[in-house]
């Protein structure tokens, strides 16, 4: 492997590791980072969103445009991160700080998305726990024959069973976001419960983290296999898995379905969260991060064509069983707590199956959680002033936080809430960092330094495919699908689908019901209000820091001296722009210099007092 650029002819041994790497927290083994990378990759959006969008966008031609968006844009960004990471041994917020201070506010952005990630994905793992305790209750809570036929909405139970016991009983949805209608006890308790097992995976780090991940990662396998052999033998089966993919080549003409593939690769590859280079930064940097990158997004992607098979053969069986079509499914929550649930009630030992679905899907959102959680932490222990409190303390007060602002979403309208935070907190954010990310660092830190680094980690250097998506493929497809986002976001109103009941029986009397039991409703103006807060809050900090660092002195000197002594030529001018060549030239003692012939290779920079090509304090002369 080549010699370390970032501490050769520094004041460290040549070739050996930064200073902040010296004790820097370790995985167990590398398999305990793939394992905990991988499953917070697979987390509740492989099961239920997946299979849905693919069943929407024409079933198995879907898969076109899914396996371009994965190679092109999923595979690099991940591989761009895991580099960072491991590269700079930092936390996100200190590595952009590192690269340079005015790109400080992509790492607190990636901060503000994670915090805002984990304040409300744990209901989803709140709800799946819920519904694994009641799967042990003979019968099933929600089958018809728990139909109360003193209620009013008797009728609409009889129609829909799974889901009236959804929003009358589990969650006692109320009909509007303005009516929290109190907490909902049961919902309550399991979200203590969640973020307990949350905290006693993190408290230790990437010690406990690590081990605990070797069940939380594992088991939804075992679980998905298991559903699979059942779900194949059922009646029905093949009927669902046809619908699934059942190709419709027409839909490739449509650049909806390839803004849908894009969108899905990039978040659920938790790309641009932190929380990948939070992970990778606990990995020896001599390790080859680009086979994690490929393995990581590869099984991830793999997994959510498993699940469609798993859940798709269990609507077919639902479909030969009640009458209700398999295209007839929404994706998101409804299609775990209502599809599902629909189907197993109908299968031979429904608790055993029941139970065993919804632990899987507390596991899965169980390891995403870690992932968001620890992409908060750790860029706080980098920190001086954080790191002199102990890390179980730092956990502590962290999860108490986030508990305590998601704490409403355990109110009776905390469904509307919770799809209020998820529609506009990550979703926007994202795609912006995940575009400042690309331009940072192919542009500011620049490819070269980036390709040297990779070079150093892993021995062997980028070939053109990798340089080409991240300088050009993977931002430009960051900006078309946050672009046609944005205005979407600006024509289509800002509603919400309110439960108001079927037809038949509607819960409010003002309101009549539909043939869903939802109705869209606008929202109210203090929701458009928070909404457009959660989209500024991580994007504002970017423009700030670079207005207000703009200036500030380059840091990552000590990289840029190791090129020196090396004699390095560089290719396309990746170091500084405008004032900053000034900068570099007087903290490294370049008071007198000119280009020299670029030889079609590169720029040299000569520094014209030397004596025979050596500095009079014994340092290298040129770049």
Same mark, same amino acid.
């Given at each position: 492997?080549?010699?370390?650029?970032?501490?050769?002819?520094?004041?460290?041994?040549?070739?050996?590791?930064?200073?902040?790497?010296?004790?820097?927290?370790?995985?167990?083994?590398?398999?305990? #980072?793939?394992?905990?990378?991988?499953?917070?990759?697979?987390?509740?959006?492989?099961?239920?969103?997946?299979?849905? $969008?693919? @069943?929407?966008?024409?079933?198995?031609?879907?898969?076109?445009?899914?396996?371009?968006?994965?190679?092109?844009?999923?595979?690099? $960004?991940?591989?761009?991160?895991?580099?960072?990471?491991?590269?700079?041994?930092?936390?996100?917020?200190?590595?952009?700080?590192?690269?340079?201070?005015?790109?400080?506010?992509?790492?607190?952005? &990636?901060?503000?998305? !994670?915090? !805002?990630?984990?304040?409300?994905?744990?209901?989803?793992?709140?709800?799946?726990?819920?519904?694994?305790?009641?799967?042990?209750?003979?019968?099933?809570?929600?089958?018809?024959?728990?139909?109360?036929?003193?209620?009013?909405?008797?009728?609409?139970?009889?129609?829909?069973?799974?889901?009236?016991?959804?929003?009358?009983?589990?969650? &006692?949805?109320?009909? *509007?976001?303005?009516?929290?209608?109190?907490?909902?006890?049961?919902?309550? =308790?399991?979200?203590? =419960?969640?973020?307990?097992?949350?905290?006693?995976?993190?408290?230790?780090?990437?010690?406990?983290?690590?081990?605990?991940?070797?069940?939380?990662a594992t088991f939804p396998y075992l679980v998905l296999f298991c559903l699979f052999c059942r779900g194949v033998s059922l009646e029905g089966a093949g009927r669902g898995i046809?619908?699934? %993919?059942?190709?419709? #080549?027409?839909? $490739?003409?449509?650049?909806?379905?390839?803004?849908?593939?894009?969108?899905?690769?990039?978040?659920?590859?938790?790309?641009? %969260?932190?929380?990948?280079?939070? %992970?990778?930064?606990?990995?020896?940097?001599?390790?080859?991060?680009?086979?994690?990158?490929?393995?990581? +997004?590869?099984?991830?992607?793999?997994?959510?064509?498993? !699940?469609?098979?798993?859940?798709?053969?269990?609507?077919?069986?639902?479909?030969? +069983?009640?009458?209700?079509?398999?295209?007839?499914?929404?994706?998101?929550?409804?299609?775990? %707590?209502?599809?599902?649930?629909?189907?197993?009630?109908?299968?031979?030992?429904?608790?055993?199956?029941?139970?065993?679905?919804?632990?899987?899907?507390?596991?899965?959102?169980?390891?995403?959680?870690?992932?968001?959680?620890?992409?908060?932490?750790?860029?706080?222990?980098?920190?001086?002033?954080?790191?002199?409190?102990?890390?179980?303390?730092?956990? $502590?007060?962290?999860?108490?936080?986030?508990?305590?602002?998601?704490?409403?979403?355990?109110?009776?309208?905390?469904l509307y809430v919770f799809n209020l935070w998820d529609n506009y907190s990550v979703t926007i954010p994202l795609l912006c960092v995940g575009a400042m990310e690309c331009i940072?660092?192919?542009?500011?830190?620049?490819?070269?330094?980036?390709?040297?680094?990779?070079?150093?980690?892993?021995?062997?250097?980028?070939?053109?495919?990798? &340089?080409?998506?991240?300088?050009?493929?993977?931002?430009?497809?960051?900006?078309?699908?946050?672009?046609?986002s944005m205005i979407k976001k600006m024509i289509v109103p800002e509603t919400y689908e309110s439960f108001v009941g079927c037809i038949e029986s509607p819960i409010n009397d003002?309101?009549?019901?539909?043939?869903?039991?939802?109705?869209?409703?606008?929202?109210?103006?203090?929701?458009?209000?928070?909404?457009?807060?959660?989209?500024?809050?991580?994007?504002?900090?970017?423009?700030?820091?670079?207005?207000?660092?703009?200036?500030?002195?380059?840091?990552?000197?000590?990289?840029?001296?190791?090129?020196?002594?090396?004699?390095?030529?560089?290719?396309?001018?990746?170091?500084?722009?405008?004032?900053?060549?000034?900068?570099?030239?007087?903290?490294?003692?370049?008071? *007198?210099?000119?280009?020299?012939?670029?030889?079609?290779?590169?720029?040299?920079? @000569?520094?014209?007092?030397?004596?025979?090509?050596?500095?009079?304090?014994?340092?290298?002369?040129?770049?």
């Open positions: 492997m080549g010699k370390d650029p970032e501490t050769a002819g520094g004041p460290e041994p040549a070739g050996g590791p930064p200073k902040e790497a010296e004790n820097r927290l370790r995985w167990g083994s590398h398999l305990e #980072f793939l394992l905990a990378a991988v499953g917070m990759a697979v987390g509740t959006g492989n099961v239920w969103r997946f299979p849905y $969008l693919a @069943q929407k966008n024409g079933g198995g031609a879907f898969l076109i445009p899914y396996c371009i968006m994965l190679a092109v844009e999923g595979i690099p $960004l991940m591989f761009m991160e895991l580099s960072l990471g491991q590269r700079l041994q930092q936390g996100s917020i200190k590595t952009w700080s590192k690269i340079r201070p005015y790109l400080k506010g992509i790492g607190i952005a &990636q901060v503000v998305v !994670s915090f !805002s990630m984990t304040v409300y994905y744990p209901i989803v793992m709140t709800w799946c726990m819920y519904y694994f305790y009641l799967s042990f209750s003979n019968p099933l809570p929600w089958v018809k024959e728990e139909c109360d036929a003193a209620r009013a909405d008797y009728s609409c139970c009889l129609n829909d069973s799974a889901k009236h016991f959804y929003y009358v009983s589990a969650l &006692q949805v109320t009909s *509007s976001i303005s009516d929290n209608g109190g907490f909902v006890n049961g919902v309550v =308790i399991c979200w203590v =419960i969640s973020w307990v097992m949350t905290y006693a995976c993190l408290f230790k780090g990437p010690e406990s983290l690590g081990k605990a991940a070797y069940f939380t046809k619908v699934l %993919f059942t190709p419709d #080549f027409s839909v $490739l003409y449509d650049p909806n379905v390839w803004m849908d593939a894009a969108g899905q690769i990039f978040y659920s590859l938790s790309v641009g %969260f932190g929380a990948l280079i939070c %992970f990778a930064s606990y990995n020896p940097i001599k390790n080859d991060c680009r086979k994690d990158a490929i393995f990581i +997004s590869l099984v991830n992607c793999g997994t959510s064509v498993f !699940s469609g098979i798993v859940v798709y053969s269990i609507l077919g069986f639902r479909e030969v +069983s009640t009458g209700i079509k398999v295209a007839d499914v929404e994706g998101g929550p409804g299609l775990a %707590f209502i599809a599902y649930t629909t189907a197993v009630a109908e299968m031979p030992l429904p608790q055993l199956w029941a139970a065993a679905f919804f632990f899987m899907m507390v596991t899965l959102a169980l390891n995403s959680e870690f992932g968001t959680v620890e992409a908060c932490i750790t860029p706080l222990r980098d920190f001086k002033l954080f790191s002199k409190i102990s890390r179980e303390l730092l956990c $502590l007060i962290v999860c108490c936080i986030m508990f305590l602002v998601g704490l409403p979403m355990c109110c009776r309208n905390g940072a660092v192919m542009w500011v830190y620049g490819m070269p330094r980036f390709l040297k680094d990779i070079e150093y980690m892993t021995g062997t250097v980028p070939n053109k495919y990798w &340089q080409i998506c991240w300088k050009w493929v993977s931002p430009a497809l960051i900006i078309v699908v946050l672009l046609s003002n309101i009549p019901g539909t043939k869903n039991w939802n109705r869209l409703i606008p929202f109210t103006w203090w929701a458009q209000i928070f909404a457009a807060l959660m989209v500024i809050a991580p994007v504002m900090w970017m423009p700030v820091f670079v207005i207000w660092k703009w200036k500030a002195d380059i840091v990552p000197i000590p990289y840029l001296q190791g090129m020196i002594d090396e004699g390095m030529v560089v290719k396309d001018k990746p170091f500084c722009f405008g004032k900053e060549v000034r900068k570099f030239k007087e903290n490294i003692g370049l008071k *007198s210099s000119r280009p020299a012939a670029q030889n079609g290779e590169g720029y040299v920079v @000569q520094n014209m007092t030397a004596t025979n090509g050596i500095n009079p304090d014994n340092t290298g002369s040129k770049v």
